[in-house]
């Protein structure tokens, strides 16, 4: 296990339908979070979870945004009834308990799946 | 809230140049402080991180020291490269519920280096 991986790369969909992501962290990283990023700006705070536990959400993330975590291991962000505003590359990150990583906040980032809303 | 705001790009550079690129952060308590880079088509990765004021932080020739009496995370390197050419990320990290971390990030600078 060499790094965060997410899935798809890339999506293309056009608007209304429903779009899922998929990131399986680095195996012994128990913290997990959701970004956003929009072209020419910076990561965006979504969601984070402590193993299987959704512990915060961002005001951005609306009601048609679901994350879960089912099994405190690889983690799922559906956006329902997709909309052209939606489109920009969701990232995902993992980090280490605190006692390992010394509480700095350092993440760990995927490579990010693009959504493009048609 | 918590905020980081980042010299405005994109700068363009010849190679050997000295480079600078500003950050300065609001924060009510003492972040750590982040320089993250996003090379063409890659993930963001970790460039280099400091942790209390004072303290610098450095990696691959990029150097930044956390000054708290003036709110910065400048960004340095004494000879750029053509490799250097990427999107660099200011971020400080904020807490969240049961001591967790969760980073805010800046707008970004494009950095292109000429040959």
């Known amino acids: 296990d060499t790094g965060v991986s997410q899935d798809p790369r890339h999506k293309i969909t056009k608007r209304g339908q429903n779009v899922t992501f998929r990131c399986d962290p680095i195996?012994?990283?128990?913290?997990l979070y959701w970004y956003r990023q929009t072209l020419g700006q910076g990561p965006e705070f979504l969601t984070y979870?402590?193993?299987?536990?959704?512990?915060?959400k961002s005001r951005l993330l609306s009601d048609r945004f679901s994350a879960e975590r089912p099994k405190g291991s690889f983690s799922t962000l559906e956006i329902q009834r997709t909309e052209q505003g939606d489109s920009a590359m969701y990232l995902c990150?993992?980090?280490?308990?605190?006692?390992?990583?010394?509480?700095?906040?350092?993440?760990?980032f995927g490579e990010g799946s693009r959504l493009t809303v048609l | 809230g918590d905020s980081v705001t980042q010299m405005e790009g994109p700068v363009t550079l010849s190679e050997e140049a000295f480079l600078t690129i500003n950050c300065t952060y609001t924060a009510t308590g003492y972040p750590s402080l982040f320089w993250y880079v996003q090379y063409p088509g890659e993930g963001l990765q970790l460039l280099l991180k400091?942790?209390?004021?004072?303290d610098k932080g450095s990696n691959k020739g990029f150097e930044a020291t956390y000054r708290k009496e003036t709110t910065s995370f400048h960004l340095e390197k004494g000879s750029v490269q053509v490799s250097d050419s990427a999107v660099y990320f200011c971020a400080l990290s904020d807490v969240l519920i049961q001591g967790a971390q969760k980073l805010v990030f800046g707008q970004g600078t494009r950095l292109t280096i000429n040959p």
């Open positions: 195996s012994e990283h128990n913290r």
């Open positions: 400091a942790t209390k004021a004072d």
């Open positions: 979870f402590q193993n299987e536990a959704q512990l915060e």
């Open positions: 990150a993992s980090t280490h308990p605190p006692a390992k990583q010394g509480n700095t906040g350092e993440l760990f």
